[in-house]
């Protein structure tokens, strides 16, 4: 089964920046035709899709998110990384990584990880 694990710092200071990695198990990164996604929930609001990156490095950020946000991957580590520059406390709440086949279709998710912006 394709599993998905998230990891990063749980606090993070305002105006530095967040990476998060998402690791998978059991399935490449890498196979067609698969995407890759980052999608946060702040609390007391609704989910928020983030970005993905495609099976060949193609990458898609949201324009919320564009001017701040990228995606990159480690096909060595069969990994993918979420780097937020400039984080506020607006960008607290919970973040998960998920497979996607098309648009809006996440069928594998991570558990999530509670991300705090906070001094």
């Known amino acids: 089964q394709v599993q998905l694990q998230e990891s990063g710092p749980g606090l993070v200071e305002p105006s530095q920046t967040l990476s998060l990695t998402c690791s998978v198990s059991?399935?490449?990164?890498?196979?067609?035709?698969?995407?890759w996604n980052w999608i946060r929930q702040p609390p007391g609001k609704g989910p928020e899709w983030m970005g993905a990156i495609a099976y060949n490095a193609v990458t898609y950020v949201n324009p919320s998110f564009k001017s701040r946000t990228s995606i990159s991957r480690d096909t060595s580590k069969n990994q993918f990384i979420l780097q937020l520059n400039s984080v506020t406390p607006e960008d607290t709440g919970m973040y998960f990584c998920?497979?996607?086949?098309?648009?809006?279709?996440?069928?594998?998710w991570g558990q999530g990880t509670q991300v705090t912006v906070s001094s």
């Open positions: 059991n399935y490449s990164i890498t196979t067609s035709y698969y995407y």
């Open positions: 998920a497979r996607a086949e098309s648009y809006s279709d996440f069928d594998y």
